[in-house]
């Protein structure tokens, strides 16, 4: 396997920002991953995983080796009558694997469609949408530890799932590559779609019992409608999480602000929608220096050919201090920060 040095990320981060990793690897299997991560040990080297780069922001240089994960396969390692466990190289691309899985006539990762990256990078964040979230249907994620070379293997509850959150960002920060998730489907599963505008695309269709590629083809229809393609306008998809707040405060607020939009989070607390808060303070469609807010979704942030993290990032630090400044809510940036400030 090839290592480079001192390579550009452009092309490699969906926000096509710039930035040169100290050294670059593409692994296509898992022995690619051990020898790249044996590479590094010798050279003293951090490491950084990588997928397709949908959630990252390239804030400048990065002292490490960027590894690209890109191993591909799919094997089937269990199945009942109804159920089916398949274990999935993490370089494989997630939306084709959801794709597959509704041709199958599985119904569990349909609202999770047209979600761009790896499947490898997916219980990071534990990606979410239209009221489905991965931890659902994971049985185990495999990695290899980068300090040490040394193979490890999670149950979904060790993952500490939570709301795009896990142990990946907590505990095991930086420590592993992910290699392989293994997901469990099953056919009798009813598909989900409670969440609002899924059930209004379905009904709109006049589909009343959707099956799991109806589903597939509704998130797909209304993602292609709704939201940016970063080919044409890059960005990383929601630039903030939710805030979850104590119902104390959030009712404190919707007697300031009764249009504000909130839903019940359990334990007492309450999520807001970033983009209403964003959008409150008037930043939807601000564009300064290159970078913006798009016009139709105060979530996304775009490059608009600035091409700098820091312009970015000096952006979103604007729009946390306004919104924390009316609404005394502090919101948290989703995507990942690499690299050093120019
Ligand atoms: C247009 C758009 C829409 C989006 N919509 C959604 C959405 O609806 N829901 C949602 O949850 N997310 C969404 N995202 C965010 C993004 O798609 C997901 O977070 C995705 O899982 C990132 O995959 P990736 O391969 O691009 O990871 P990258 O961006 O390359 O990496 C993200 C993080 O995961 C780590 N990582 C990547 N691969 C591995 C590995 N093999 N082992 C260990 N660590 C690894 C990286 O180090 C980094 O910290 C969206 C992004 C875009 C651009």
Redesign the pocket.
Known sequence: MHISADTELAT????ALQGRARAFARAEDEAG?NHALAFARAQGLAV?????????VVAGDIDALV???ASTGRQVISRDDNRLVLRVA??EN?HRLVGWTVQQGYAGLAN?A?????????P???????GV??AHCVVAVH?VRIDSGEPLRLGASDCAFGY?DSI??GELR?A????SVDIQLDERAAPDCSYPSLAAQLAENGIIQPTPQQVFDAVVSI?QAR????AVQP????FFKNPVVPAAQAAALLRAEPAMPSFAAGNGEVKIPAAWLIERCGWKGVERKGVGVHAAHSL?LVNSGANSGQRLLQLAAEICASVQARFGIGLDI???I?GAPA
């Open positions: 490699l981060n969906t926000l991953i950084v995983p990588w997928g397709q780069g949908s959630n990252i590894l690209q994960v993490a370089g997630w999770l047209l979600i761009p990256g790896t499947v490898g990078a997916a990071i964040q534990n990606i979410g949408a239209y979230e991965l990695g795009r990946f960002k930086d592993l590559v992910i290699t993602r939201l940016p393609d970063p960005n990383a998809g929601s996304v989703e995507p990942r690499y």
